[in-house]
């Protein structure tokens, strides 16, 4: 049974780069079944996707993130990755990996504060 | 910049049946758009209910159901339990794979 674990720093300083990992265990990452997602959701609010990427190496952005968002696989490691760049107190969130549809997988959700 | 619309709010009688609708921006929700439905309560990480329009996963109570409705995703709880009150939130697929929530309906049970 596929599991999934984020985990990354919880505080990041306004301007830097946030990057979260989302670490792949019983299951390979190279697997076509699953579309590796990334979302969020900032306290009290809802849901918002940002990035999903597939084996076959086809990649997705949210447009509204696209400019600072990569998403990236290490299948070395068997784990994707979550970069987005110049943050801002706004990206504040609960950042959550995840494979969504018929092989739905979640991870239990990291925070991440932007803050000096 | 694409919208994914849903009602804000609903009550619902216990027992009760009770639709949720998902529109889009740019026009009528197809099986193409892949819809999903999330179910999320306070404090608690979201859980998948539909994909693909109408799909359930093997822990999804057979009281939900997925459908296309007059242009629109919909989410219809049929004989709602008073556990069934939480947050229910629609994504919709577009381009082959960007995805978009909707804002989100708040479910009362009352």
């Known amino acids: 049974q596929v599991q999934l674990q984020e985990s990354g720093p919880g505080l990041v300083k306004p301007s830097q780069t946030l990057s979260l990992t989302c670490t792949v265990s019983?299951?390979?990452?190279?697997?076509?079944?699953?579309?590796w997602t990334w979302m969020r959701q900032p306290a009290g609010k809802g849901l918002e996707w940002i990035a999903r990427?597939?084996?076959?190496?086809?990649?997705y952005y949210s447009p509204s993130l696209k400019s600072r968002v990569t998403i990236s696989v290490d299948t070395s490691k068997n784990r994707f990755s979550l970069n987005l760049s110049s943050v801002t107190a706004a990206d504040t969130a609960v950042y959550y990996c995840?494979?969504?549809?018929?092989?739905?997988?979640w991870g239990q959700g990291t925070t991440v504060t932007v803050s000096s | 910049q694409t919208v994914v619309t849903q009602e804000p709010s609903l009550t619902v009688s216990p027992g009760g049946t009770v639709t949720l609708t998902c529109a889009s921006s740019t026009g009528a929700v197809t099986s193409s758009y892949f819809p999903n439905w999330f179910q999320q309560k306070p404090g608690q990480a979201p859980r998948a209910l539909i994909y693909?329009?109408?799909n359930k996963h093997s822990w999804t109570p057979a009281r939900f159901s997925g459908s296309l409705l007059g242009g629109k995703a919909a989410l219809t709880l049929s004989g709602v339990q008073p556990e069934d009150e939480a947050e229910y939130y629609c994504?919709?697929?577009?381009?082959?794979?960007?995805?978009?929530f909707g804002g989100g309906t708040k479910l009362t049970v009352l």
């Open positions: 994504l919709l697929y577009y381009h082959g794979g960007v995805g978009v």
């Open positions: 995840a494979s969504l549809g018929a092989m739905d997988v």
């Open positions: 990427t597939h084996s076959s190496g086809k990649t």
């Open positions: 693909s329009t109408s």
């Open positions: 019983g299951g390979s990452i190279s697997s076509g079944d699953y579309y």
